[in-house]
């Protein structure tokens, strides 16, 4: 079975699981597979450590856990000191290269590639748009789900009003994932 | 990375209330003629209402030159290829007013009462919260009766009357209002859906 297993990230405020949300939702809703999607917070709104767990397949999930992703989304420190030994060999660490400096401890033949994505969103006018820079940036990369449907994910997802600046935040991430790819092949 | 400013959704293509198609566009660096075609055509009286001697080509040119440098973000509405009106949003980029933004909105006089203001002032707040601004203001004189209808009716409410601040054409010292709209709520909103907390998951 096709399955891609996704690990997102971060601390809370980041936007972790709208990120994961929106991954989950372009892959199930708008470009026909199936997605699940666990989330984990901790006690506090803000600055505690949160993640979520995204897998994608061509077929029906039976379950619904990862513990060895094949792609790792991390916007903090922390989550990439926690995360990255699980990633799957060969697996792709994608990581905001400002706040993270990866390590030794990634597993083998880990493709690891960075994105200024708080500068990014700082530029586009809003530090809180940084999740959807890395969403775009996810989608650009991994080429999981189509641009078309993570686009309408995001006008769906987020609060009326800042679909402009989503947009654009998204469409920034995205190209510099392009760009990164196209430098790297 | 300088951030493009792209603005979604134009041109756009509108009906005013007594059927006249107008198109919304933003500015483009062609413009320089078509605006000043549109401020000169406008009546000495309309014109005391602007801050810069906008029937000057040195103007249009600077004008014309913020908005490639997305210092500026402007809009024009046209009817039949001809501009009939023109909205700016003006921002500091830096410092401590860089979440507010303020809108000036100039229309012909013939395409007044139509709701072409209205349209443009729409299109530009849309613009200004996409941007992410948090404050937007508008300054007008005390007069500008139909101006303060239109803000109101977007949201704006008056803040602040400075008292025989600008002088009209005839010398006569008149008000000037500042009335502002707050649209951190959209943001607030955002905020809230990127706290990753939930009340019952712990």
Redesign the interface.
Known sequence: MDKTEIRVG?????????CGMIIGKAASIYDGKHATLI????????GSA?SAQVTVAEEAIGYPYVTHPDVLIVMSPDAYTQFAPTLKPGGTLLYENELITPDDKLPQGTKALGIPAT??AE????R??L?IVMTGFFAGVTELVSFEAVEKAVRD?????????N??ALR?GYDYGREVLAKGN | MEAPVTLEGFPQHLTLRDGTKVVVRSVEATDSNALLQFYRSLGEADREFLTDDVTKPEWVQRFVRLVQLHEIVSLVAEHEGKVIGEATLYRTPHGWTAHVGELRVSTAPAFRRKGLGTVLAHELVRVATGLGLEKLIVQMVENQAAARRTFARLGFKEEAVLRGHVKDIHGIKRNLVIASNDVSHIWDAMEAMVADFSPTSG
């Open positions: 971060g601390l809370g405020g980041q936007g972790v699981i709208l989330q984990a917070f901790g006690p506090e709104a803000r949160c500068r990014f530029e586009l006018g809003r809180l748009v999740n997802s987020v609060p009326r009003g800042t679909e402009d600046l947009m654009r920034s």
